[in-house]
């Protein structure tokens, strides 16, 4: 498996596609800090909240997620590399467990600018608000910006930027299956996406209902996994972390059952 | 007991109740080239893809390398290279850089396996050209040579010369040839060019409809596909006749079609046409043939009606 691992990685940093997702990240989270640095001074309306949410984390990892799961799975069956890999001795479970790791990996890779430019920004001390729309890095900028910035804060910043990191990874964990059953990168984006903006609508539901609410809160979609910030407490950090993690190996499980016994077109 | 390298055992594979494989008992031994052979939709592909993991029989079961169940069947495939339909590689990638990916999947540890494997299947020169410019026949190559890495004790080709100009026809069956005679390693191969096909096979295994419908070695292929004089003629009853009355023979085969064909006088011709122009029979042919590979195939399949 180990070998798997080394050769999809191998694979993953040959493509330019992981080079151009990459780009598209760093300057869409450059993005993002300018719209939330730029509204709160006035240079920009409020009413360009709605254009800045759209270069937030949210909402590029949706679809760039999606995007690197139809590439880089779907397309192994497309070019039926996975079809030499089975017919070489590799195990499915093998496979499942390797291509998941790989695509974590990979969108660690892609999420990374998001992650550092929200702490770059946090640490100039400058005031970043996106008011309601924010969400994931985007409200970590406008909740924590213009905090005093002690060592202990920032390394309190930099665990929760690594908790919703792995929120996004685990939501995107979805992404999995969905290649494996589907195969088609263009269906895996359109299926990831709707699911994205029906868990929007679940959250909304779930303030009203506690059986939606209770259902939500098992997996990364619920609580407010997407709401951490540096006032967030430890208990709700380990609880994301948790239920990210355990959902993220649920889905993994699940994807092996779906990919267990399919035919290889 | 002899170990076979792939063992079938009454292998049925259905989709939607429609059997594309009905039963199929084969024995493959090592060291020797199984040319399979049938029309589209014959059930060869499928059979392929069972046996390298990519489709699950519904009945019957597999046996590699003396082994079977899913777990030893998995752990035996790491002893087989395959390509089946299409050459799968990376598009974006390089010849060498595909079968660098392959080579860390496999572990080998030899990168100078890649370069003499590139040279093996003469894709030595294309540098950083990336495999989705390659022509079809070079990516055939390609695939061919990822099926070599970590030299397999079974290859399983599936139509490994579509696309090859004939030259590259030429040169792989070479290649398949050194690597049966050299390496000791057994080849499963399908191909709808019969006649290349008969070139490199040392077995062939006859499909139709889901059902082998026969498995013969060469040499038994050869004798089924033997050399005889083909006569065509007004009266082929007396010429009947004429054959066991004056030239002494009953070694001839009278097709439905009335036409005959004649096992000996191979090399006596002159006395066979004497004898027919003596007794006054019109011929309006008379020709030295032999079964091709192709009308025998469309014979064991059912006639030209299935061909």
Do not use: W
């Not at chain 1, 213009?146 to 202990?152: K, R, V």
């Not at chain 1, 539901?205 to 609580?223: Q, Y």
């Not at chain 2, 003469?122 to 022509?135: E, V």
């Not at chain 2, 004497?274 to 079964?291: K, L, P, Y």
């Amino acid at each position: 498996m180990v070998n798997m691992i080394r050769a999809d990685l191998y694979k993953v940093f040959k493509s330019t596609v992981i080079r151009i997702l990459f780009a598209i990240t760093l300057f869409c989270s450059l993005m993002m800090v300018l719209f939330a640095y730029l509204i709160p001074k006035g240079s920009l309306g409020g009413e360009y909240t709605g254009l800045g949410f759209l270069f937030s984390d949210m909402n590029t990892m949706s679809i760039l997620g999606a995007v690197t799961a139809g590439i880089f799975i779907c397309g192994d069956f497309e070019n039926k590399t996975i079809h030499n890999i089975i017919a070489d001795g590799g195990g499915r479970g093998r496979i499942i467990v390797s291509k998941s790791i790989v695509f974590f990996c990979s969108i660690l890779f892609i999420i990374l600018p998001y992650a550092l430019v929200t702490i770059i920004a946090v640490c100039t001390g400058n005031k970043f608000d996106m008011g309601s729309v924010s969400i994931g890095f985007l409200n970590i900028l406008s909740k924590e910006s213009g905090i005093e910035l002690s060592a202990s804060v920032l390394a309190k910043l930099i665990v929760v930027a690594g908790t919703l990191i792995l929120v996004h990874l685990s939501q995107l964990s979805l992404c999995l299956p969905i290649a494996f059953a589907v195969k088609k990168p263009i269906l895996v984006v359109a299926i990831y996406y709707a699911i994205s903006i029906l868990s929007g609508q679940l959250s909304s539901l779930a303030s009203r209902s506690d059986v939606v609410n209770n259902i939500l809160s098992l997996t990364p979609f619920g609580g407010n996994r997407m709401f951490l910030t540096v006032q967030s407490g430890t208990g709700e950090l380990f609880k994301a972390f948790a239920v990210s993690i355990v959902f993220g190996i649920a889905v993994v499980i699940v994807t092996y059952g779906i990919f267990r016994k399919t035919e290889i077109k | 007991m002899k170990e076979y390298v792939l063992k079938t055992n009454s292998l049925t594979k259905s989709y939607h109740g429609v059997k594309v494989l009905d039963n199929v008992s084969l024995a493959m031994e090592a060291g020797k080239i199984y040319g399979l052979i049938g029309r589209n939709g014959a059930g060869k592909t499928t059979f392929m893809r069972i046996a390298a993991g990519l489709a699950f029989s519904t009945g019957g079961h597999v046996e590699l390398f003396g082994k079977k169940g899913d777990k030893l069947l998995e752990a035996q495939r790491k002893r087989m290279g395959c390509m089946i339909e299409y050459p799968g590689f990376i598009p974006y990638m390089s010849a060498q850089e595909n079968l660098r990916y392959y080579r860390i999947i496999k572990g080998i540890p030899n990168v100078n396996v890649e370069q003499e494997l590139l040279e093996l299947v003469g894709l030595g020169n294309t540098g950083n050209k990336k495999a989705k410019n390659f022509s079809l026949g070079m990516k055939q190559r390609l695939g061919i040579a990822i099926a070599l890495l970590g030299e397999p004790e079974l290859l399983i080709l599936d139509e490994p010369i579509n696309g090859l100009d004939p030259l590259g026809v030429v040169e792989i069956r070479n290649l398949l040839n050194r690597l049966c005679d050299e390496r000791h390693m057994t080849i499963l191969i399908s191909s709808h060019n019969l006649p290349e096909l008969y070139q490199v096979a040392t077995d062939y295994i006859i499909m139709h409809q889901g059902v082998v419908k026969q498995a013969v070695t060469l040499s038994e292929l050869e004798e089924k596909c033997k050399h005889h004089i083909f006569i065509e003629c007004d009266q082929p009853e007396k010429l009947a006749s004429v054959l066991e009355t004056q030239l002494g023979t009953t070694n001839y085969k009278v097709m439905p079609d009335k036409r005959i064909k004649l096992y000996d006088y191979l090399d006596n011709r002159e006395a066979v046409s004497r004898a027919i122009f003596d007794n006054g029979i019109m011929i309006t042919e008379f020709s030295i043939q032999g079964d091709t590979l192709e009308n025998y195939f469309i014979s064991v399949i059912g006639g030209e009606q299935n061909g």
